[in-house]
């Protein structure tokens, strides 16, 4: 069957290997472009967040390239994103496609549905269990090492002495680790981006400004979605981190780790409930970013986006108490990059000053 | 003694829950100030207190704060999670951080309450809450037994009330005085038209500009959320095949399919707030279902603080014009064949 996903950062490698390895033909989605946004945006509700907007656009475009299943990661609230699936559905089905979407929920709080979904996917693709548990590593293994080159390619951007470089390597990285196909070679094809990417030209001696970048996990992950953000921070010469990568989230998703664990207690003073989304994450991450010095943060949300808006009414009163920058930046359809690269110069300004006067003040 | 002075805010949970809460208070040897009906001072009041991103309610709600905080010892406001036993059906995730929210953005408030209301839990949930709260006003024992029969007592009224269409505000009136209710205004209608929509906006008669009375004389029958019964609202999850993760949403679409399968009405109207979360969802379902039931006419209201009594009249209007017109191309069809 052809079967299609989500595009999510460059995840799309490991998703597209998994569906390969269970015995169906994977449909690989364009990347998003303007084209996907506006598809997104036609059918989806006006106020949908943009995660929705653009999925919805993605799907279309899988469509159109044939894909006859989809298959997605649900949820339970307390916020949106699990109940896209069912809208997603309802729209589709609208517009007169049999497209069918396959949404898999927590398999903790929908054990039985879970495992009939699953035992569905493997019967069409004539895959036994055990060729499903071994298909599990390898996509495992790519997931994380894309997240590993991806965040190398953060730190080492700010330092690169020819601008662009870093993107440049960057890509071809990217179309190094779609080929391999068995968890050596995987890990092999890692090492080689990893040394890659160490070998272009720095500058050491530069001292970057500190960004976090906190907010709604989907506009952090997809470069099309944020802008391309951090790429854009690091050519202007800054140290960016963010809250959230995908192999980790996939980690946590299934039990709280002990970084959560912290982030939300470190929450607790301005935010003392679950709101759904990552609400929580980005009040506790911004204290985190601010005891390890960072000099700023920026949050990003989805226009609309209910728990940042939340975080966002408090993050002030954090800001204030952590002494630390914060700047929000609500992402929307209309957003075009040159808007992005005003308000960053702005707030880069800012930081830089901050900073010489604190300089100033240690004399 | 001088009697401590508990504020409710008039407006979000005001509208389904302040008969209990007032009962329970009173009670108590409380007395409870609310703030006044919305008016465009609140709205002033909370747009300056609130993150402009957020809704107009949750706006309207900071105001209400804001113009309460003075007079009053204790803030109630509760931070509402979970009203029944179901696993996932929660508040809109700004009702969760509400307490928070507020308290981040307002400057002097008085001592809060913010007792987290689950009702998913133990066996007698709302009796531990009851007892939770008024543990924090020092109160224990059987007087706080008594004051949460009494105002379990007030409330069953007050939803029964509800179910018979008795006006909102009227309704609240009515079982706190302990007073029975004056009938509502009769018109003669023509129209069944289902006004769906979360209390807060629907009830507000601010908000949604005097809409019931204005309805009236155009000789429309309004139908609520409310207004249906209990049991035949919660029969209509089947239609989806999952529900919903908020409990106003859960009960606006459930509505929604009662009046589009069994009551029938000749038009839906969704009124919602402008830039609303949940209603992003629910709004896209509402026009989907009345559009593969019949087609049911289905029109949309979106609300924020621009919004003009004018421009919500014109529209529902040339609505009810439609659908008038509707009903008469109907009966042609029908002498003409029959
Ligand atoms: S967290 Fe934000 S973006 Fe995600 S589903 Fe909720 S509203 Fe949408
Ligand atoms: S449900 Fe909608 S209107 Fe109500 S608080 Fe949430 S976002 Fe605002």
Sequence with gaps: ?????????????????????????????????????????MYAPEFACIPFKIMLGTYLEAIEKGAEVIVASGGHGPCRAGYYGVLHQKIIQDLGYDTKIIVFDSIAKTYKEFISKLKWLLKTGQTSWWQF?????????????????????????????????????????LQLMDEPITPSDIKEAGEVCVQMLRNIPQDKSRKPLKIGIIGEIYVLIEPFANLDIQATLGEMGVYTERAMHLFHWIKENTKLSRHEKKVIKLAQPYLRQMIGGHGINSIGETVMFAERGFDGVIQLAPFSCIPEIVAKGILPQVSHDQEISVMTIFLDEMMGKAGMQTRLEAFVDLLLQRREHRLAEAL | MTQLKIGFPRTLFYFLYYPFWYTFFTELGCEVVTSLP??????????????????LPIKLYHGHVAELKEQVDVLFMPRMVKVRKMETEVFCPKFLGLPDMVRNSIADLPR??????DLSKGL??????????AEQLEKRGFIVWQAYRQAQKCQDKFKQYLVQGIEVQEAIDAVIEGRICHESKQFTTDIDLAILGYPYLIYDSFVNVGLFE????????PWTVEMVPPHRLEAQAKYLPKSLFWYFSNRTIRATFYYLHEKKVDGIVHVTAFGCGPDAMVDKLMELEAKHSGPIPFLTLSLDEQTGEAGIFTRIEAFVDMLRLRRKNDENIFSHHG
């Design chain 1, 133 to 173: 548990l071994k298909a599990f590593r390898p996509a495992w293994a790519k997931l994380k090492a894309l997240d590993e080159i991806e965040i190398l390619s953060y730190h080492v951007r700010p330092y690169e002495i020819n601008t662009g470089e870093t993107t440049r390597v960057y890509r071809k990285c």
């Design chain 2, 38 to 55: 919305t008016t465009k001072y609140s709205l002033d009041l909370g747009v300056e207190e609130t993150v402009n991103d957020a809704c």
């Design chain 2, 214 to 221: 204005k309805l009236g004389h155009m000789g429309i029958k």
């Design chain 2, 124 to 133: 007698f949930p709302k009796w531990d809450l009851c007892r939770k709260v």
């Design chain 2, 112 to 117: 809060i309450i913010d007792e987290k209301v």
């Design chain 1, 1 to 41: 069957m052809k079967i299609s996903f989500p595009i999510m950062g460059n995840s799309y490698l490991a998703f597209k290997q998994l569906v390969k390895d269970i015995g169906h033909e994977p449909i690989v989605a364009p990347l998003p472009t303007a084209r996907t946004m506006s598809l997104g945006t």
